[in-house]
């Protein structure tokens, strides 16, 4: 419930209407004092919420959450999702801008019922076509006294700044113009001297009823008489989105936190236009893991930078509802679907939720994963050959990786590493480092060579034409070495991909011969085949790497 509690000198008139779900006014009134209330009560007047976004930047995420959160009350309460583009801000707004929020709302799967190329019974629905309806409501303050003209220059409102300021008090309009007679008024219009329109505000206090953040309250002598017009005819912030909420029949405003303040002016406009109060529900902002404001200093903020980075719709809807709201379970994952049979705005938190780009990434690579094997195989294909790792985006081999390396991949470009880890052949960097020592130490030249055998006499090129005939080739050379398990398994590893960790030895070791019989790896990528590794191995002097790794006495072996 929105309530605003006014205390005043002069009386005033019940307004009701039998056709309205809402109760304008409800009064008490005695000699010298009255209390009244604006109020939006619960009714079964439809569910109607809008996204308002400014096309001035790219869509941040705390936007998109926002719109997130009026869909899904939307959807889930049989209600209409509107949007409306607030592109007053003549100098910063842009079509381009406008078509980028477009593009990543639809892009999170955030259809509107209402709105620029829906079109609707409302509209129309960007404000700078709707400059009329703000002239109207604006002329209709002045005509009833509830706003005034003011012809204050810059320089005499700077210096009312100045003056409250060297006073210690808020920096309010002293209401110059508010008691100007006609015959004033008059002669500064003859003279073509510029106005605003201020809207006059009454004595007393102002309370709400949000629905997140509970009772709020302000008093209004720090207010002073606020500009709902500019002198060049267009509308401030404050007026048209309350004519914009009103004239569009919308029931519930959920938005920022950072708007709360503007409640205070809005509901202000509602009581004098006479316009029924929609519910309010200010969600917290979304914040960096330092707890300040998620910003651009913290890296990427805005829909379209994570879309370019290979996030999923999927991934972003799902994290973006949990910032701030759950279902009471220890479920994290939710199709949109879901959330909306899931979603009450009772269950939003008032307090901040912070922005855990770890955590999107785990959620994108658990959708990732989900997707069906050849969806998901034609998509980190089609991103090999797009990088420039592949020549290919299909095939065999690409299949065969898809699989291997999934596992690894929360973001479709991290495919990139994970393939070119694979590709490449650290051997060297690997040798001399302080993990390879106790395989250096087991008689690593000694594997070395015998290793370089097999290779010579076909043994081990002839096993890598299948995954059975790879391992029982493994079985017989670990026993003509008489080693089995850490043993056999570390230093086969290191001597045939470079590394002491990675992927399934066996897969890794046939993806790379084929991947050098198949020829489809772009020549730039420095691929080393089979046959230039064990050329490497031929090339290491053993005897230097043994002065820094001393050799064990014995090998491991079998007992």
């Known amino acids: 419930m929105a309530m605003m509690l006014f205390s005043a000198v002069t009386p005033f008139i019940k307004l009701s209407s039998s056709s309205s779900p809402f109760l304008l006014h409800s009064i008490s009134t005695t000699t010298t004092t009255r209390s009244f209330s604006v109020s939006a009560l619960s009714s079964p007047s439809p569910v109607r919420v809008r996204f308002a976004p400014s096309p001035t930047g790219n869509l941040h995420v705390g936007g998109a959450r926002t719109a997130l959160f009026n869909y899904l009350f939307a959807r889930s309460n049989g209600g209409k999702f509107v949007l409306r583009i607030e592109d007053t801000d003549l100098e910063r707004s842009t079509r381009e801008s406008e078509e980028a929020v477009l593009r990543d709302l639809s892009w999170l799967g955030l259809d509107w019922d209402e709105g620029p190329g829906v079109g609707g019974d409302y509209g129309p629905y960007r404000q700078t076509e709707r400059t009329s309806l703000y002239k109207k409501y604006a002329d209709q303050l002045l005509e009833s006294g509830l706003a005034y003209r003011c012809f204050c220059s810059n320089e005499e409102l700077e210096k009312m700044k100045e003056i409250a300021k060297l006073k210690n008090l808020p920096p309010v309009y002293t209401g110059k113009w508010a008691s100007a007679t006609n015959e004033e008024v008059e002669e500064e219009l003859a003279k073509g001297t510029p106005y605003t329109y201020r809207f006059r505000v009454p004595e007393g206090s102002l309370k709400i009823n949000d629905i997140i953040r509970g009772e709020v309250s302000w008093n209004l002598d720090t207010l002073g008489d606020f500009v709902i017009m500019r002198s060049n005819g267009l509308p401030v912030y404050n007026f048209c989105v309350t004519v914009d909420d009103a004239t569009m029949a919308i029931s519930h405003v959920i938005r920022a936190e950072e708007h709360l303040p503007n409640t205070l002016r809005q509901a202000l406009i509602y009581k004098a236009l006479g316009f029924p109060m929609p519910h309010f529900a200010h969600v917290s902002l979304i914040l960096a893991p330092d707890r300040s404001k998620l910003s651009k200093r913290h890296g990427a ?82 991103q090999w050959k797009t990088s420039g790792l592949l020549t290919v985006s299909a095939g065999p081999f690409i299949d065969e990786a898809t699989q291997l ?153 079998v007992n």
Request: net charge negative; charged share 25%; proline share 3%.
């Open 301 to 382: 903020t805005s829909v379209g930078q994570f879309r370019e980075m290979g996030y999923l719709p999927q991934a972003m809807t799902n994290y973006l509802a949990l910032l701030g709201w759950g279902d009471g379970t220890e479920n994290e994952f939710f199709t949109l679907d879901q959330l909306v049979d899931k979603f009450t705005i009772e269950r939003v938190n008032k307090s901040g939720a912070v922005f855990d780009l770890t955590k999107l990434r785990w959620m994108n690579g658990h959708y990732l994963r989900a997707r069906p094997s050849e969806e998901l195989t034609n998509l980190i294909g089609e």
């Open 405 to 557: 390396l999934k596992d690894g991949i929360d973001l479709k470009t991290d495919a990139d590493k994970a393939l070119a880890n694979l590709l490449s052949y650290p051997l060297h960097l690997t040798l001399e480092s302080q993990e390879a020592e106790s395989v250096l130490q087991d008689n690593l030249s000694e594997f070395s060579t015998s290793l370089l055998a097999a290779y010579d006499n076909g043994d081990l090129i002839a096993a890598l034409e299948s995954q059975d005939s790879w391992k029982k080739w493994v079985k017989d050379f670990g026993k003509s070495l008489k080693r089995k398990g850490k043993s056999l398994f570390m230093p086969l590893r290191l001597l045939l991909t470079g590394k002491l960790h990675g992927p399934d030895m066996g897969a890794s070791v046939l993806l790379l011969y084929k991947a050098g019989k198949s020829g489809i790896v772009a020549p730039e990528v420095g691929f080393v085949t089979l046959e230039e590794r064990f050329e490497m191995l031929r090339q290491v002097n053993w005897e230097t790497l043994s002065k820094d790794h001393p050799v064990k006495e014995t090998a491991t072996s």
